[in-house]
Each structure stands twice: as C-alpha cells, then as structure tokens.
C-alpha cells in the first residue's frame, strides 16, 4: 500500500487520500452482498427474528461496513494528522450512531413480533390491548431514550464540544434552570407514559368518559392520548391527565357493561306485564348477551313511580343500541297495551258547600226548571 502511495507522489496529498478512501468505500460496498449472504447462512433458518432484523438493516451494515473499510484505509491516506483525526473522529461518531440506529430497528422488530401473536380485531380482545398498549408506550420511551444516549455518546467523542457541555454543566446554573423547567412538560409526560405502561389505566380501543365525552382509546403517543369521541370527533389529551385526573374506564376488566333505562309510569302501571314483555324483547334481541336483566321500581314520588330497567350487553356500543331498543319497544308496547301506565296529573277538586247543593239541584231538575232554580239561588 505505501508502495502504491509513494509512486502517486506527484499528486496533490488531499487527492491522493480522497481517492484511497474512496475506493476503501468501494471495496466495502462490492463485499456487501457476500457478508449479508454470509450472516445468513450462518443464522439458524428457523430464527425469524435474526433473518428479518437482517433484512431491515441492510443499509446500516452497508454503512457499518463502509465506515469499516474507510478506518482500515485512514492510517495509509497521506493527510495531515489533525485532519486525520478529524475523520477519524467523525467516522467514530457515525459508527455510533449505526449502532443506534441498528438498537432502534431491532426494538421496532422486536416489538411487532411480539404483538403479532395478539389480534386486537376479535370480540375478547382484552388481553391484545393490554399487550398493545404496554408494548407501543414502552416501545417509544425505549427509542427516545436510546436517541438520546446515542447523541450524547456521539459528541462525546469531540473533545471541544465535551469540553463545552462540561462547562455548560458547572457554570451555567441559571440555563440549566431554565432548560430544566422548559423540559418538566416533557419530562413529567415521559414518565406519565411509564406509569401507563405498567399500570394500564388505560388501553388501545378501552371505552372512556373523559371531559364529560364518551369515546374509545385510539391512540397513545409519548405525550398525549388521542381519544375518538363517538361523532368522530378526537378528543386530545395529555398523558399526565390519566394519571392525575378521574375519569371513568369502562372496559377496565372486560368489555362487558350492564345498560340501564329509566321509565316514569303511573301508579296503575302493570309491572308484571312490563316486565314479561321485557324478558321478550331481550330474548329476540341479538344485542342481549344473556347474562342480565332486570325491572325494578326504585323510586316513587307524588305523581309516578321511577322505573329503572337493566339489560347487559358484550360491548359499551352494544350496550347502547341495547338500551336504545329496548327504551323504543317498552314506550310502543305501554302505548298500545297498557295506556294507563303513562305518567298522568291528579286533581281533586272541592266545592263550596252552598254551591255543591245548588249543582245537585240543577242536576235533579229537567232543563225547563233550570233558569228558575237559578234565578231563585240568586
């Protein structure tokens, strides 16, 4: 190699290394085929998990292992020694960052493998979004953190900007204070999302009422959850909320929920009636899952009796159109059948005593006697 060097002499110095390096990179490019083809051959063919890593981070073993062959060829290049630690440095930094880059890819691999055993698309899906929820935030805390080790690790290895965080650090109390607090947002919302991972107060598809808004668990970022309001509508709010605030979780065990409906029926009301055609109803729906069903007055006032009827149902939508249709079927059926269940005002009316025996009179009299009768109560 020095041989060769020494004979191109009489080029310019800089020409002469750009060129060695290059054709290092070139070298290294030629042989990428075969080293892919090597590492698999020596993967077991049943490790999926190796195979498809492999296929993902074709381009960064392709720049490992220029980065590789320019390292080998640096010592032969006939630079001065600062810019040769200059690229020797950089091509330190770069490898670095492939290492990062190569973690990040495997996590994303790693992850989806994991969450392809679990079908989120299925009626029992409890356990899929656990698995999904936990998986996709630890996933993100995972990848912010390995950028931010890569990064650091990266400019460590410049000594001047080492040197300048370092100073940074000792001196610079009021910016660290201010960066400090200009992170405690992100920060607070990092370990918010940690805290949902591992106590799971909430899951992709979990039904919640947050705000006063009903509406399904549609995402989880690092910062924030996307809430999908049942008119469409997307509710966003931050991680911290669900660790700081009530709201409520309706599918917290299993998706099953019990549906109520209230009805306001008079006193004469035939319950049993009511309730037979009740148990009807929920036998000829398919939204009723068999489990319960209920009719039972729970309050009374002056005027009705509050009537509250339970009917269970697999799902929170379900539930609802549950207890839409039975609502719509009982209010028919009282309507037709039982009229004197609906609600009605009561008046007693008393009067005076002198004018409730002129009224007999009148009554008892034919229609010619009447105006005499009248004239002489006058």
């Avoid at 290059?22 to 490790?47: C, E, N, Q």
């Avoid at 690229?87 to 392809?116: E, P």
């Avoid at 099953?256 to 006193?267: A, E, F, Q, R, T």
């Avoid at 929170?316 to 037709?336: G, M, N, S, W, Y």
């Amino acid at each position: 190699m020095n041989d060769i060097i020494a004979r191109l002499n009489w080029l310019p110095g800089w020409v002469v290394g750009i060129s060695l390096l290059v054709f290092a990179a070139i070298i290294a490019v030629s042989l990428h085929g075969l080293v892919v083809r090597a590492i698999r051959a020596l993967l077991p063919k049943d490790h999926v998990f190796g195979h498809k890593l492999l296929s993902k981070t074709k381009a960064p073993i392709r720049w490992a292992l220029i980065n590789f062959a320019v390292a080998i060829a640096l010592p032969f290049a006939p630079f001065d020694w600062q810019v040769t630690v200059i690229i020797g440095k950089l091509l330190t930094a770069s490898f670095i960052c492939l290492v990062g880059l190569v973690a990040i890819r495997a996590l994303d691999l790693a992850v989806s493998l994991h969450l392809r055993r679990y079908r989120i698309d299925v009626e029992d899906n409890l356990l899929a979004r656990k698995h999904l929820t936990q998986a996709n935030i630890l996933r993100r805390a995972l990848v912010f953190v390995l950028i931010v080790v890569t990064a650091a690790v990266a400019l460590m290895t410049f000594e001047s900007v080492r040197q300048y965080g370092v100073s940074l650090l000792a001196a610079g109390g009021a910016a660290g204070v201010i960066v400090g607090l200009a992170a405690q947002p992100v920060l607070s919302n990092l370990f918010a999302g940690l805290q949902l991972a591992i106590t799971q107060p909430i899951r992709i598809d979990d039904a919640v009422i947050v705000e006063g808004e009903w509406g399904t668990i549609e995402e989880i970022t690092a910062t924030y959850v996307v809430v999908k309001i049942w008119d469409w509508r997307r509710l966003i709010v931050p991680l911290r909320y669900f660790i700081e605030q009530p709201f409520q979780n309706w599918t917290r065990e299993n998706a099953s929920l019990i549906g109520v409906v209230m009805l306001y029926l008079d006193y004469q009301a035939p319950l049993g009636r009511i309730r037979e055609k009740l148990t009807e109803i929920a036998h000829a729906s398919p939204h009723w899952d068999k489990r319960v069903i209920n009719l039972a007055v729970v309050e009374t006032t002056e005027n009705t009796m509050q009537v509250r009827v339970l009917v269970s149902a697999r799902n929170a939508p379900t539930a609802f159109d549950l207890r839409c249709e039975v609502r719509e079927k009982l209010i028919a059926f009282i309507q037709e059948e039982a009229p004197e269940a609906l609600p009605r005002h009561r008046n007693d009316i008393r009067l005076p005593t002198r004018q409730r025996q002129t009224s007999v009179i009148v009554a008892d009299h034919g229609p010619e006697e009447h105006q005499d009768t009248r004239l002489a109560a006058e």
